[in-house]
Each structure stands twice: as C-alpha cells, then as structure tokens.
Nanobody, 115 residues
Framework: QVQLVESGGGLVQPGGSLRLSCAASGFTFSRYAMGWYRQAPGKERELVASISTGSRTNYVDSVKGRFTISRDNAKNTVYLQMNSLKPEDTAVYYC?????????WGQGTQVTVSS
C-alpha cells in the first residue's frame, strides 16, 4: 500500500525558512520520480519542484533560487527546503509520485507565511 506522509509545515514570517519532509512507503522509492505540489485557496494545484530517480531537479520559476528539492533513498524520504519565504508561498503543500496507472498524493501540510 503506497503511502506518502508530509510533515514540516507551519507558520513562518516573510523571509523565513521551512523544510518539508515526505516519508514514502509501500513501493521501491528509489525507482520513482517525486514531486512537491502546492495549492493556495481559490487557485489550482501547481507543481513546485520535482526530482528524478537520478536526482535531476526542476522548479517552477517563482521558487527558483529559493527552494531546493532533494531525496534520501536510504530513508525513503523527499525534502523541500524553502528559504526566503514570501506571503505568496502560502498554500497546502503535497508530496506526489506517479505510477504508470495512477498518481499518489500525501495528505498535505499547511505552510503559512505571514507577519
């Protein structure tokens, strides 16, 4: 049974940092690309960052230079280090992976950037 469990969200002031973690289980983690998505109120879910099995990374333009995605295959965990946070980064952040027949999502973790 595939499970993705996010943690690390919270309330942070503008300019602050957070590190999100996603613990994966139920599949061979090292064989799958992973992604972080976010969804703000009233907006569509968007891909924030992705990392391939070979650790190639991609980012949406709005987070380039501020966010870093990484993976630890020994711990079956993918991370999202978020620095220089802005109010517009406020959203629920979801961990994701795609199998040939379906996508899997975590339950999400709330990130709120506010003074």
């Amino acid at each position: 049974q595939v499970q993705l469990v996010e943690s690390g969200g919270g309330l942070v002031q503008p300019g602050g940092s957070l590190r999100l973690s996603c613990a994966a289980s139920g599949f061979t983690f090292s064989r799958y690309a992973m992604g972080w998505y976010r969804q703000a109120p009233g907006k569509e879910r968007e891909l924030v960052a992705s990392i391939s099995t070979g650790s190639r990374t991609n980012y949406v333009d709005s987070v380039k230079g501020r966010f870093t995605i990484s993976r630890d295959n020994a711990k079956n965990t993918v991370y999202l280090q978020m620095n220089s946070l802005k109010p517009e980064d406020t959203a629920v952040y979801y961990c994701n992976t795609y199998f040939p027949n379906r996508a899997y999502w975590g339950q999400g973790t709330q990130v709120t950037v506010s003074s």
